[in-house]
């Protein structure tokens, strides 16, 4: 197994390369928001890091959000050109689950949230409880795209943490409690490609949830809309 992983669900651009054992090489772009541009770059330089030419790669996985429309389209895109170029199958991970990964990685032991960067002074969010065998959380709800203070933060009468870069945008409102380190930043395309080969080699197919058709997250509806009007071309 060779699994390509891109993620532009957010401002930054992410690649990975994986053997079904562990990442290879994995190569991060953060925050400029140039997706079109930096993708292709990013997969040549994490392809040549981890010495393994394209041919070789076995199935190509992608961050399907949720995230903006015009960044997201790239990955998504690139994912279905390389691989019909290439002939082989592209699956799609939810981008949260890639922080909620992390997350149980480092160690957390309570249910938790994972909220990211929507703009418009709103958040993606999910929420996860940590879960026994191979798989470390699973996903109870969402993902959704709310305002922060709506984000169901409290459940029961007790407050969940809340992980991922949506807490340090708000820290009022979603930044309470003890955050395992390293789990405050973005989506890591390293652990997008964990989830894709942990799934692929346990047989999972898209009944599972984890992983999923290699199509867009928007969760809202685009800015752009037709006219309703008829425009006038004559005075």
Not at 33 to 47: D, G, N
Not at 107 to 131: H, I, K, M, N, S
Not at 136 to 159: F, K, M, Q, S, T
């Amino acid at each position: 197994m060779l699994l390509l992983a891109l993620d532009t669900s957010g401002t930054g651009v992410g690649v990975a390369v994986h053997d079904g054992s562990s990442v290879l090489a994995e190569v991060a772009v953060p925050g400029s928001q140039k997706h079109a541009e930096q993708l292709m770059p990013a997969v040549v330089a994490a392809l040549g890091r981890a010495g393994v030419d394209r041919s070789a790669l076995t199935a190509l996985v992608v961050g399907v959000g949720p995230g903006p429309f015009t960044g997201l389209r790239v990955g998504l895109v690139t994912a279905q050109v390389l691989g019909a170029a290439l002939g082989v199958p592209v699956h799609g991970v939810c981008s949260l689950d890639a922080i909620a990964e992390a997350v149980a990685g480092a160690g957390q032991a309570e249910p938790f949230l994972v909220a990211t960067d929507a703009r418009r002074r709103e958040v993606y969010w999910a929420g996860y409880e940590v879960a026994a065998g191979p798989w470390a959380w699973r996903r109870l709800d969402g993902p959704h795209v709310a305002a922060p203070a709506d984000v169901p933060v409290e459940r029961d009468g007790v407050r969940r943490v809340v992980c991922g870069p949506g807490v340090a945008l708000y820290p009022e409102l979603l930044g309470a409690g003890p955050v395992p380190a390293d789990v405050t930043a973005g989506v890591g395309a390293g652990a997008i490609a964990t989830i894709a080969a942990r799934a692929l080699l346990a047989g999972e197919d898209l009944a599972q949830g984890r992983l999923v058709e290699p199509k867009p997250w928007y969760l809202r509806r685009p800015d752009a809309v037709p006219s309703h009007s008829r425009k006038r071309v004559l005075q």
